[in-house]
C-alpha cells in the first residue's frame, strides 16, 4: 500500500504567473477596468448630444474618431471621463502641492502679512474641513452608542422605552434634519465645526447602538451563569464576558458608523452656505456647472471613506490580537 502511494505523482504546486492569475488582486483590477470601459462607454453617449449640438452650431465637422476624443475633453462635461476627474484630483491635491499649479488655481491673494494662507480650492484643504466635522462626530457618536447600548442591555426598561426610539430616529431623512440643526445651533451663536459634527453624530451613533446592542448580549448563557456562581459583580460580568464578546460587534458596526459620519458631514456643510470641505465644493461646482469639480470632489471623498474604514479595520484586528476575541 505504503509503495503504491509512493509511486503516485505529487501534486504540483502552480507556478508563480498562476497564484498571480488567481489573485485577489488581479480580480479588482478586472473589476476597475470593466467598470472603467463602462464609464468611457457612458461619457461618451452622455456627452454626445452636448457635443454635437455644440458643433452644429459652430459649423464644426469632425470625424467619428475626433467626435469620440473631443466627447473626453469637453469643459464641462454631462459626464466627466476618468482621465479628466484624474487630472482635476492631481491639479489641485500634488499639483498645488509641489506648486506646479499654483500660480494657475490660487491667486497671490493667498499669501497675506508674509505668511501663505491655505489654498481655498485644495482639495487637501477641503478634505481636511470635512475630516474634521467627522472624526468629532464619529468619535462622539461612537460613544454615545456605546453608552446607550450598555444602559438598554443593563436596564430592562430603557430596553423597552428607548430603542424604539432609536429606531425611529433614523426614518427622518438626514435633508431634512441639516438645515434644522444648522439654524438651532445658530441662534445659539454656535456655528462651524460642531453643527457639522452633530450631523455626523446622529447618522454614526445608531449603527454603534443596534451593533452594541447585539454584541452585548451575545455571550453564551452558561458563560453568563458561570460568573453568576463565582458571585461576579454586573461589572465583573461585563469587563470579563460581554465586553470582549461585544469588540467584534462594536467594530463592523464602527465601519459602518465611520462611513456614515463623512455622509453627515458632506451632508451638513450644504445648506450652510460654506465656503471650505467638500460639501461646499460640492454645491460651488453645481453652482457652476463645474461638473469635473463635483466628481473630483466625489472621488476624494470616497478615498477618504475609504481609508478611514480601513483605519477602524486596523483597530479592529490589532484589538482582537491583543484581547485574544474571535472575530
Known sequence: ?????????MPRRPGLVSRFLHSG??????????????????????????????????????TPTEFVLATYEMDRP???????????????????????????????????????RACKKSLFYHAWVTLSATLLGFGIGSLLGVVLAVLIVHVRSLALSLMPWVISSQTVPILAIAPMVIVAFAAFNVTGLLPKAFISTYLSFFPVTVGMVKGLRSPDPFHLDLMRTYNASAWQTFRKVRWPAAL?????????????????????????????????????????????QIWSALIVASLMAGVLVGLVGLAHRISLRRTGASA
Open 1 to 9: 500500500m505504503s509503495a503504491a502511494a509512493d509511486a503516485l505523482p
Open 25 to 62: 488582486f488581479v480580480s479588482v483590477l478586472v473589476i476597475v477596468g470593466v467598470i472603467l470601459a463602462i464609464w468611457y462607454v457612458a461619457a461618451v453617449l452622455m456627452n454626445a448630444g452636448v457635443l454635437a449640438s455644440t458643433d452644429k452650431r459652430k459649423g464644426i465637422e469632425r
Open 78 to 116: 454631462l459626464l466627466p471621463a476618468p482621465h479628466q476627474i484624474a487630472i482635476e484630483v492631481y491639479d489641485t491635491t500634488a499639483g498645488l502641492w509641489y506648486g506646479e499649479r499654483e500660480r494657475d488655481i490660487c491667486p497671490p491673494l493667498d499669501t497675506f502679512a508674509g505668511e501663505t
Open 248 to 292: 467584534p460587534y462594536l467594530f463592523v458596526s464602527m465601519k459602518i458608523a465611520i462611513a456614515a459620519s463623512v455622509v453627515g458631514a458632506i451632508v451638513a456643510e450644504l445648506p450652510t452656505g460654506a465656503v471650505a470641505g467638500l460639501g461646499a465644493r460640492l454645491l460651488s461646482g453645481s453652482y457652476y456647472g463645474q461638473t469635473i
